[in-house]
């Protein structure tokens, strides 16, 4: 439902947000802007490089959200394009904001009710480490209350509109500079009059839009709900993202802005283990293609014939290569096999066996509640190079691959297609995989004898 003009508090902090020519906004390119954050930003940039970025003119200015398993960072370029006017930096400060969000997981496992209130305390966070030059105006800055209302502005208020919103920009400018975000939030809850302007949407917003933190933020429904399994795999991307943001810059030495205490953060971030069986989700969940069925509905009586729709489909194919050295047994297959299995609705597997080269004889289509009992037809060395290449040239039929093996043996390098390394328990990836390939180590269950 609209809001009255006259009795809801502007959007004073996103005042002039869209103050750009449509051809300035059809014209602007986020691309140099990233590439700008690679040389200077170098761990935001990186973190960047694997989220899904979205153009949009449905939400007002920019905002990350979790969306089917996938992290993804939607942007308005009327928004980024008036940013662009004032300062190629203030681009920088928001694709920075954005990151930041990511990094301290307020959109998975630090999300609080109510949920409105939680986004303010966060920008409050966010925006304190951050410097001022890089920062939009329509921000929420702690220790700065907000811009003056223009003429314009108050013609469209109400006087109890007005007190409102001096009342809130008081508040902000009163708030210390440098808490985490729960201190922040216990700040605005203990205030039970802007805690309650917050929650009526009286209080304006931020510089970016958090409605897709439980959903997708074009949608109009913030608090559209995600599955357990949906979340669990987009953390566990997001943490891989992470991770190697993390060695990357290691790697390097180079860090950008970042302080020590916050690279200490992020790794004790990172400690926190996600299991393995979600990664894998993620992994397979990841490789469903879209598809599309034409569907028929008897109208009533009064409407007499058929009238078409379309219903909605995801599923895929993988390729599961087994290794056959000796440490890859009739328990580890198990173990990964069990897990698979979850995933047969909509994926089918094909298994193929490999030393120094794929057997194509030993190629079984595997259908849920029909696992072959493992068994050997090869016994040379193992060379990494053999999947990797059968899995290039049938790239037309399989959507990604699935690496099943205890990791010994040299690099082959990197493969065009979508691969995944599962390790078996007690073994290591004897090479640095590559930046697009995905690494999981398996772990046999509590009270399993080899655990």
């Known amino acids: 439902m609209a809001k009255d003009p006259k009795t809801t508090a502007p959007d004073t902090t996103h005042g002039g947000i869209h103050d750009c020519t449509p051809e300035e906004a059809a014209a602007f390119d986020l691309d140099p802007h990233l590439l700008s954050l690679m040389w200077d930003e170098p761990f935001y940039a990186a973190v960047l490089r694997g989220i899904t970025k979205v153009r949009s ?3 007002p200015t920019a905002g990350v959200s979790v969306k089917d398993g996938d992290v993804r960072f939607y942007w308005n370029p009327k928004f980024l394009a008036t940013l662009a006017k ?5 681009v920088r400060g928001l694709n920075i904001h954005e990151c930041m969000h990511l990094v301290y997981q307020h959109c998975t496992t630090r999300r609080q009710e109510p949920h409105i209130v939680w986004n303010y305390a966060t920008d409050c966070a966010i925006n304190s480490q951050i410097k001022r030059e890089f920062l939009p105006d329509c921000g929420l800055i702690p220790g700065e209350g907000f811009g003056k209302l223009t003429p314009a ?3 469209t208020m109400s006087p109890e509109a007005i007190e409102r919103h001096q009342k809130m920009s008081d508040f902000v400018k009163n708030l210390p500079v440098g808490l985490a975000s729960e201190e922040y939030f216990r700040l605005f809850m203990e205030n039970e009059e ?4 917050i929650q009526d949407g009286d209080a304006g917003e931020g510089m970016d839009d958090h409605e897709g933190w439980g959903g997708d933020p074009t949608d109009g429904d913030g608090e559209g709900e995600e599955s357990a399994e949906s979340k669990a795999m987009a953390k566990a991307k997001l943490k891989d993202i992470i991770r190697r943001a993390v060695d990357d810059c290691d790697s390097k030495g180079q860090w950008g802005s970042v302080s020590s205490e916050m690279r200490g953060e992020i790794r004790a971030m990172l400690t926190s283990e996600v299991p393995w069986q979600e990664v894998l989700k993620h992994f397979v969940g990841n490789s469903r293609r879209g598809n599309r069925m034409t569907s ?5 009586k009064r409407m007499p014939g058929l009238a078409s729709g379309a219903k909605r489909g995801y599923t895929s194919s993988l390729a599961t290569y087994i290794d056959q050295s000796g440490s890859v047994g009739e328990p580890e297959l198990a173990l990964a096999f069990g897990e698979l299995e979850a995933f047969t609705k909509f994926t089918s597997f094909t298994n ?3 030393d120094t080269e794929v057997d194509e004889k030993s190629k079984t289509v595997w259908k849920r509640g029909a696992v072959k009992a493992p068994h050997r037809t090869r016994c040379g060395g193992t060379d990494f190079s053999a999947p990797s290449k059968h899995l290039v040239k049938h790239r037309s039929e399989f959507d990604g691959g699935i690496i099943i093996t205890d990791g010994y043996a040299p690099d082959p390098g990197p493969c065009v297609a979508r691969r995944c390394w599962l390790i078996t328990p007690g073994g290591e990836l004897q090479f640095k995989p590559q930046p697009n390939d995905v690494v999981i180590k398996m772990k046999w269950p509590k009270g399993h004898a080899a655990a």
Request: charged share 20%; no cysteine; aromatic share 14%.
């Open 86 to 90: 004032q300062s190629a930096g203030k």
């Open 194 to 197: 802007i805690a309650k302007m």
């Open 352 to 354: 193929f066996h490999f």
């Open 57 to 59: 003119e449905d939400l």
């Open 153 to 155: 502005q108050t013609a």
């Open 296 to 300: 028929w509905t008897r109208l009533n």
